[in-house]
Nanobody, 123 residues
């Protein structure tokens, strides 16, 4: 079993930056792709970005392309989400997850999830 713990959320003004971290337990972390999702109140969970097991390939959603960057450090069992130029519509709970399926765009592609970290962007 894999446990994922997110951190780094908080309150930031529009235009600001935050870096989220997700630390994983277990040796399987470095063998699988990881993803970030977010969920705003009353909305469905939305794909944000994914990264391949090696970190060589990244897949940002169109809504965050050019503003958010996903990366990973397999030596530290950690995946990151650098968020720049934040907008009020980025406000949500952000979750990291690990996928064993080879696909990455939908929540059902992922096996284990973290508990989430709140990001609030004020206008």
């Amino acid at each position: 079993q894999v446990q994922l713990v997110e951190s780094g959320g908080g309150l930031v003004q529009a235009g600001g930056s935050l870096r989220l971290s997700c630390r994983a337990s277990g040796r399987t972390f470095r063998s699988y792709a990881m993803g970030w999702f977010r969920q705003a109140p009353g909305k469905e969970r939305e794909f944000v970005a994914a990264i391949s097991w090696s970190g060589a390939s990244t897949y940002p959603a169109d809504s965050v392309k050019g503003r958010f960057t996903i990366s990973r450090d397999n030596a530290k069992n950690t995946v990151y989400l650098q968020m720049n130029s934040l907008k009020p519509e980025d406000t949500a709970v952000y979750y990291c997850a690990i996928t064993y399926s080879g696909s990455y765009s939908y929540p059902y592609d992922y096996r284990y999830w973290g508990q989430g970290t709140q990001v609030t962007v004020s206008s």
